[in-house]
């Protein structure tokens, strides 16, 4: 069964950290790419990071570069995608969602459209 589940989400104060994770069922190792995405209240949903399992290609958005690393445990299927020195403005819903033809991770693959999506993870970062 296809199926995306993320989990990591929480309350933080400015300057933390987090790692979300987004546990992946029923694809392809090699086949797919991993995307995250965020959507603040009253604000459109924006792309964060990717990896790509195909080539292992990476892309951050510039606003959480630096700060952030996207990596994957091929053992657990999983994708982490770990945040350090959080601001306010990183409060958001994360998603992670699957881009399932073998590609490299950049910035125009987020305007693909997804075959997968989870529910999604709530990231309030407040002192």
Same mark, same amino acid.
Do not use: H
């Given at each position: 069964?296809?199926?995306?589940?993320?989990?990591?989400?929480?309350?933080?104060?400015?300057?933390?950290?987090?790692?979300?994770? =987004?546990?992946?069922?029923?694809?392809?190792?090699? +086949?797919?790419?991993?995307?995250?995405? +965020?959507?603040?209240?009253?604000?459109? +949903?924006?792309?964060?990071? =990717?990896?790509?399992?195909?080539?292992?290609?990476?892309?951050?958005?510039?606003?959480?570069?630096? +700060?952030?690393?996207?990596?994957?445990?091929?053992?657990?299927?999983?994708?982490?995608?770990?945040?350090?020195?959080?601001?306010?403005?990183?409060?958001?819903?994360?998603? =992670?969602?699957?881009?399932?033809?073998?590609?490299? =991770?950049?910035?125009?693959?987020?305007?693909?459209?997804?075959?997968?999506?989870?529910?999604?993870?709530?990231?309030?970062?407040?002192?």
């Amino acid at each position: 069964q296809l199926q995306l589940v993320e989990s990591g989400g929480g309350l933080v104060q400015p300057g933390g950290s987090l790692t979300l994770s =987004c546990a992946t069922s029923g694809l392809t190792l090699g +086949r797919y790419s991993i995307l995250w995405f +965020r959507q603040a209240p009253g604000k459109e +949903r924006e792309g964060v990071s =990717c990896i790509s399992t195909y080539d292992d290609s990476t892309y951050y958005l510039d606003s959480v570069k630096g +700060r952030s690393t996207i990596s994957t445990d091929n053992t657990k299927n999983t994708v982490y995608l770990q945040m350090n020195s959080l601001k306010p403005e990183d409060t958001a819903v994360y998603y =992670c969602a699957a881009y399932t033809v073998q590609a490299a =991770c950049n910035q125009s693959l987020f305007g693909y459209g997804m075959d997968l999506w989870g529910k999604g993870t709530l990231v309030t970062v407040s002192p």
